[in-house]
């Protein structure tokens, strides 16, 4: 039997508690530091602009905008005209920065025009599952992950202008207002669904939505998140729905351990599991649970009612108490699970990093205007943060394939290339993706039929000269 060293048990004001050390860092080996350089160093440098049309070369991303009214994407120029609205907005630079006057397709009228008749919530929505669903094919992204796990966290933005929709909240926005961009990230790097939130309000509110509600092929089953997308009712409605809640929880020794059996003898574990669940409750609102959560998965009412539903006022209803007394047998064995399974931790904590590393490439992209928001309304906020999403999937997926073309040239010449190395790279690079000053959507015609650009040799004197500071 292997011993827990991670984990202790103390004596406090007369009450047991639990102490879990973090997990250390995986250390990472050197074939592994080495198989990334020298994926970085043939890596195709790319302009943003060009990378967006190259993507609409073999997904077809802009036929997934529709004209509001007509219904249709007939339009001369339409995917070039697209692609440089959904940059300005990604890059919160406006319209202005990527006009020219000497383009039919690129002047500031048509570009108007296309942001208010074709950029909208319900396309942006389309483009982005075809640009999920295209990276689930590639066989990389499959190393990475098979789409069933997926995480869920906040990237704040200040909100400077007055508007309703912005909250405040001193430790994010400092003395000014802002809103949360509540984002799910599937394994595979993808970003699946978003969520606006004026300023900082519970994440656990809107956690379902981001699984009932997204629309890609990814059928994500485990969620990870952390402390703030927690409560008793989200795991009760986890598990009514089949789903598995995983959470990194910041405080162990705040959590509760719930037991049936009031007279059961758990040794040492007996003062820590001294709460008895009200199994009855549970039973008496079964039929109602088993009917909410049918509602729920057959999209008859939205997530996020139905959590403020149960939780208005700043109390449970009784519908809600029971399922949040089924959450806490939930949340018990999550919990026994969590501190016993060090390498469950080092799973929650690595899908976590990716999705943290999601907002790492998004804060890069969103740079105009010092990263500030500056929509006044909630649907301007959510086309412009949902562009945001799209982009930046979009440079996940040009990774992607770009990183598997340097693997095959790799294992061409004889260098060694693990499996469980190339499970540990990552497509949320960007240091070769120019997002500035130039905006030049001009593509060869080789790569706008859809074929890939050379990659860079690393050894030539060329390359040698660029990397000199």
Known sequence: MSVNSSLSLTQEDGHTTLHLAAPEAIPEPESLKVLRAEISARLPVVDLAELLMEVHSFTGLAEAFTHVAEGRTLVRHLPLSLCAVLLSQACNIGLKAVSRPDVEALTLPRLSWI??????????????????????????????????????????????????????????????????????????????????????????????????????????????????????????????????????????????????????????????????????????????MLRLAGSLKLGKVGATSIMRTLQRGGSLSSLGRAIAELGRIEKTLYLLNYVGDEAYRQRILRQLNRGEQRHSVARAVFHGQKGELRQRYREGMEDQLSALGLVVNAIVLWNTRYIQVALDELRSIGHPVNDEDVARLTPLLHEHVSMLGKYDFTLSEDVAQGNLRPLRNPYSLEEYINQIP
């Open 115 to 288: 942001a208010q008749n074709y950029v909208r919530a319900d396309t942006i929505t389309a483009a982005n599952a075809l640009l999920v669903n295209a990276q689930l094919e590639l066989p990389l992204a499959q190393s990475w992950g098979g789409g069933e796990v997926a995480s869920a966290d906040g990237l704040r933005f200040v909100v400077p202008v007055r508007t309703i929709n912005a909250g405040w909240n001193s430790k994010y926005f400092g003395a000014q207002r802002g809103v949360t961009y509540y984002n799910f990230t599937s394994d595979q790097f993808t970003g699946f669904h978003g969520i606006v939130i004026p300023g900082t309000l519970r994440d656990s509110l809107y956690i379902l939505a981001g699984l009932l509600e997204q629309q890609t092929r990814l059928d994500p089953r485990e969620i990870m998140a952390d402390t703030h997308g927690y409560s008793d009712v989200v795991f009760g409605l986890f598990a009514l729905l089949g789903y598995k809640f995983s959470p990194r929880l910041a405080d162990l020794s705040d959590q509760r351990f719930w037991r049936l059996d009031k007279d059961a003898d758990y040794g040492a574990l007996n003062d820590l599991s001294r709460h008895t669940l009200n199994e009855r409750l549970i039973a008496a609102h079964w039929e109602d």
